[in-house]
């Protein structure tokens, strides 16, 4: 399956990309998405969840490169789940989330270690993959599967 992402990226990916760059310098910046999606707040990077084509070319470039670790799905497996809603090593951002898959985790106090993964996935891969893990954490919470992190009586707790 050949997916045109260049309408959808060259209008989102750049623009992301920028607002992304922009965002973690200024912490002020919002991005007007073409497609309704997820973010964590109105100046994260949004991802577009509504868009199937790109949710599911996510799963498959999930599947070929972060599955091994991360367990089918994302579910957890030697590596931490992706699809709970608690991402551990980031302030649970897109922004950061993308961050973290590009440029990989090298601190071993923090549990583990992480390949970056931004010299051999494309912008749009990396942001696909990352609106895949938000679409399935969002169908687990509605499927009963994982309680929903946004509405826990404890506030989640971030590193810095």
């Not at 607002?19 to 997820?38: C, E, K, L, P």
């Not at 109105?42 to 670790?69: H, W």
């Not at 302030?91 to 071993?108: E, V």
Request: aromatic share 10%; charged share 20%; glycine share 12%.
């Amino acid at each position: 399956m050949v997916i045109k992402f260049s309408s959808l990226f060259s209008r989102l990916g750049l623009a992301a990309l920028a607002v992304v760059a922009v965002s973690v310098m200024t912490n002020s910046s919002v991005i007007d998405s073409a497609y309704a999606g997820h973010k964590m707040n109105e100046t994260d990077l949004e991802v577009p969840t509504e868009n199937m084509e790109i949710v599911e070319f996510g799963k498959g470039k999930y599947a070929q490169r972060c599955s091994f670790c991360h367990g089918g799905d994302g579910h957890g497996g030697k590596g931490p789940c992706l699809s709970c809603g608690k991402f551990v090593y980031t302030a649970n951002t897109n922004a950061s989330i993308y961050a973290t898959i590009a440029g990989g985790i090298q601190n071993r106090s923090l549990g583990g270690t992480m390949g970056a993964f931004g010299t051999t996935m494309s912008y749009e891969e990396i942001l696909s993959v990352l609106t895949f893990l938000r679409w399935e954490e969002a169908r687990r919470v509605a499927a009963g599967e994982i309680a929903d992190p946004y509405k826990v009586e404890e506030q989640m707790v971030f590193p810095e």
